[in-house]
């Protein structure tokens, strides 16, 4: 059975000691807390069977410098590690490009606690933890969804582009067939051959390979 690593990334409070005692009641996974993303030992992510993910508590983190946090680039690039932002305001414009660089999932202050649990669990699923609204702002945006370096070797329909906004979004094929008047069985065909098409086998996949190329 897979371990599962949580690390709350951020200055110790007692509202963070008080969520890791709730989220490991909750869901089960072992917790712990750290100040920095360089106080974490990514060595922890080093068995195929463990899952590492940070959380990192962006309270009193300018949205502008976020990135510049040391030591999380080394988290970025470690394709062992997921990345989920913890208290993000509103309106900082941070979602588009946390789902540029890979960060699967946000939560913003004042998130219900059981909301916050639940949403853990999917991004430990290998499922991304954004709204639809969200996601769907991301790829549409400007008219740019599917413009990319890719687009003359990768040649997706009107049909296909929309039920990989629909997958990024989060929806199952069921949900999908039902918002396109379609049968389950048609969207199984089209998500197979969405895959082919951009290479990828898993929806985590197409979600990251649709929010990399915008």
């Known amino acids: 059975m897979a371990e599962h690593l949580i690390?709350?990334?951020?200055?110790?409070?007692?509202?963070?000691e008080l969520l890791i005692t709730y989220l490991a009641k909750e869901t089960g996974f072992q917790i712990t807390n750290s100040a920095t993303f360089?106080?974490?030992?990514?060595?922890e992510s080093g068995n195929d069977d463990s899952k590492l993910l940070l959380i990192f508590d962006c309270v009193g983190v300018p949205g502008a410098h976020f990135w510049d946090q040391p030591g999380l680039q080394a988290v970025l690039s470690s394709s062992q590690v997921m990345l989920a932002l913890l208290n993000v305001e509103q309106g900082q414009g941070l979602e588009k490009e946390a789902i540029r660089r890979g960060v699967r999932g946000l939560f913003y202050i004042n998130e219900k606690p059981a909301m916050l649990a639940k949403g853990i669990a999917h991004i430990i699923a290998g499922e991304l933890w954004y709204?639809?609204?969200?996601?769907?702002?991301?790829?549409?945006?400007?008219?740019?969804?599917?413009?990319?370096p890719l687009e003359h070797s990768v040649k997706l329909s009107s049909r296909e582009k929309e039920i990989l906004i629909e997958i990024t979004s989060g929806a199952s094929n069921q949900e999908i067939a039902e918002a396109l008047f379609v049968s389950q069985y048609t969207v199984k065909t089209h998500v197979y051959n969405i895959y082919k098409k951009i290479?990828?086998?898993?929806r985590l996949q197409a979600m990251l390979w649709a929010a990399k190329y915008l």
Request: net charge positive.
């Open 38 to 43: 360089e106080d974490v030992s990514l060595a």
């Open 7 to 16: 690390h709350i990334v951020g200055n110790s409070s007692l509202q963070n």
């Open 131 to 148: 709204s639809r609204k969200i996601i769907s702002q991301c790829l549409l945006e400007s008219g740019k969804a599917f413009k990319n």
């Open 199 to 202: 290479n990828v086998t898993s």
